[in-house]
């Protein structure tokens, strides 16, 4: 008996150290690209074998496709990765709402857009605050180029709403009552406790992340951009149940890996997808709103584990 838990506790042992290995990455087949779309060069990421399962990378705000490069790597040994900047973004254009209209549903129509042009007719989605109520519509416009759903800090949930969003809602019931509001959205306090509200290790964070999104901030019309987008984010909440009958009817393999700590999307959030989806792996992780400054390693392989049960 004796040398039988031996031998269990020295493989309980040796799994833990594997557990621990890094994840196998490269950075080999990694271009940046831009692409006219709709007459709008949409710039993107790009990485692995086109001949892999795809996986198209959504990104929050006020980040852009960048915040994605610490796990680009180890998913491109294993798939086709596509991650684009929505119009208003990082390096795609942004040009003024008087010739773009900021709305979710526009953000939408130019990504479909832009998956068209790539021909991508199959695909995996991982979405990500902002890429939530993009990726969604992407979807329900068209089911069947969906293989996966991957969720990461993007509610489709009322529950998973976080105290602050009672505040937005006074700003969307009357945004010249509360320029304040928006003020706040913006300013580089609340741009870098994105990252490090709710972390347990701030020495994960590297502070040029927000100084970079901040500087993005203030560049010319982006408070005109930044502004119409708070403002139509109204119109993902009562998208909310129609989303979740989605679920409920296209059960699509769904992954929701979750900052628990983040104050902005709450846990709630991520355990609600069990309920339109029953058979949803939940994975709530000790970390904030932008998992990957903090446990990327851990996030690369619930997604490798999770792709490999659909056998993509």
Do not use: C
């Not at 004796?2 to 150290?17: D, H, P, Q, W, Y």
């Not at 007719?121 to 979807?139: C, E, I, T």
């Not at 203030?218 to 129609?242: C, F, H, K, W």
């Not at 609600?272 to 000790?286: G, I, M, N, T, Y």
């Amino acid at each position: 008996m004796k040398r039988i838990l031996a031998m269990v506790t020295a493989s309980s042992l040796m799994a833990g150290v594997a557990h621990a290995e890094p994840v196998p990455a490269t950075n080999a087949t990694t271009t940046y690209n831009r692409v006219e779309v709709d007459g709008l060069k949409i710039f993107y990421r790009e990485a692995g074998p086109k001949d892999a399962p795809t996986i198209v990378l959504l990104h929050g705000f006020p980040s852009s496709s960048r915040e994605f490069d610490p796990l680009i790597p180890l998913l491109a040994t294993r798939y086709h990765l596509v991650a684009p900047d929505f119009p208003g973004f990082g390096h795609s254009d942004a040009p003024p709402p008087s010739s773009y209209a900021y709305t979710f549903d526009n953000l939408a129509k130019t990504t479909s857009a832009f998956l068209d042009k790539l021909k991508i007719d199959k695909a995996s989605f991982y979405l990500h605050d902002y890429g939530g109520p993009v990726g969604f519509r992407v979807m329900a416009a068209r089911p069947g180029r969906v293989q996966a759903l991957i969720v990461q800090n993007a509610n489709v949930y009322e529950e998973g709403l976080g105290p602050k969003w009672a505040i937005i809602k006074k700003y969307w019931a009357d945004p010249a009552k509360h320029p304040e509001v928006f003020e706040a959205f913006v300013s580089l306090a609340a741009t870098e406790q994105r990252h490090t509200l709710g972390t347990s290790h701030p020495e994960r964070y590297n502070p040029d992340t927000w100084a970079d999104e901040f500087a993005h901030l203030q560049q010319p019309g982006q408070r005109e951009i930044q502004a119409a987008l708070l403002y139509d984010y109204r119109t993902n909440v009562a998208s909310y149940p129609a989303w979740q009958a989605w679920l409920r009817e296209y059960r699509p393999p769904t992954l929701a890996v979750w900052g628990r700590n983040d104050p902005s999307f709450i846990a709630a959030g991520g355990d609600a997808f069990k309920r339109d989806v029953p058979d949803a792996e939940v994975h709530q992780l000790d970390a904030g709103h932008f998992i990957f400054d903090e446990a990327t390693d851990e996030v690369a392989r619930l997604i490798i584990a999770f792709m490999q049960k659909q056998r993509l």
